[in-house]
């Protein structure tokens, strides 16, 4: 039993407060509705999705290392629903702790540039955690399951975790990077029924979409389609460029692929949230490209 709130340093990222909108009310409406505080860093900035790097390691670490500082300034962890930004802000995380051991003149350059701005330093006394495994290993499973009062029964789900969620950094104590665990157990504990693809510890194909679609939208068919025949009433994902390439993409993919798809892509914690009383409305799930009617229909919302 929890003995206490739950306090996070809400880094929501570009995506979820621009093309995904749905993605940032949805977490907002699940984490009141568990009675976790979120506190938004709203000086943070974009964390390059793995871009900044291309240029200079340096500006991503930096770029990423004030962020995590903003965090550590209220000695919180710094929470996202992004596997992108966490494989990205992680990352970072990971390298400039080993930095302290290893290589502490690296880090004191990192730092020397945010003193020029007027940014506090990277200290390393914070930790980077996805929502997902904040649920999971910080709040729990069983704790999740008392406040259900809607379970999602019948409902048959594909989890599709995002590359950058599982192997982006080097160590996963939370999960099998390559067999993971978290969100099927997710899913049973909320009443639905996982449902095992070869795709969904695969990229989405988001990284290659705009400098080869074609391929991109191949890569995001191929995973629907594989979900569509292991049974799936609907993909949900952890990462809201995941979400783009699969749901806001979906019209193109299937032009591409030569297939009608309609497979309905939810973000986690909309899943979540509709098990813990949270309206569809208030979730956003009128927002999303592909209809999620069909799963609101078999959950018996419409």
């Not at 990229?203 to 389609?225: D, E, R, V």
């Amino acid at each position: 039993m929890l003995t206490h709130t739950l306090k996070y340093a809400y880094f929501p990222g570009c995506v979820a407060q621009g093309a995904c909108r749905e993605l940032h009310q949805s977490t907002v409406a699940l984490t009141q509705a568990l009675d976790i505080e979120l506190i938004e860093l709203k000086k943070a900035a974009c964390c390059g999705s793995g871009t900044f790097k291309e240029d200079s390691q340096m500006l991503e670490d930096t770029v990423n290392a004030r962020n995590i500082a903003l965090a550590e300034q209220l000695n919180l962890p710094l929470l996202t629903h992004c596997s992108t930004c966490q494989g990205v802000i992680g990352h970072v995380d990971e390298h400039l702790k080993q930095c302290q051991k290893t290589n502490p003149a690296y880090l004191e350059q990192v730092n020397g540039l945010l003193q020029k701005e007027g940014c506090s330093p990277y200290r390393g006394t914070t930790e980077v955690k996805h929502l997902l495994y904040a649920l999971v290993t910080d709040y729990g499973l069983e704790e999740i399951q008392k406040r259900v009062n809607r379970k999602l029964t019948g409902l048959k789900c594909a989890a599709f975790y995002g590359c950058y969620l599982l192997r982006a950094q080097k160590s996963m104590p939370y999960d099998d990077p390559f067999q993971p665990k978290a969100m099927e157990n997710v899913f049973r504990t909320v009443g639905a029924e996982p449902i095992y693809y070869k795709g969904r510890t695969q990229c989405c194909g988001w990284p290659l979409s705009s400098y080869a679609t074609a391929q991109s939208f191949k890569m995001a068919g191929m995973h629907i389609q594989e979900a569509i025949e292991a049974g799936a009433d609907c993909i949900v994902t952890p990462c809201p460029l995941c979400h783009l390439n699969l749901d806001s993409r979906q019209k193109e993919v299937e032009k591409v692929i030569g297939r009608e798809l309609d497979l309905p892509i939810l973000h986690l914690p909309q899943l979540i949230a509709l098990a813990v009383g949270v309206s569809p409305k208030e979730l956003g799930l009128d927002r999303h490209i592909v209809s999620t009617k069909p799963v609101l229909e078999k959950l018996g919302f419409i």
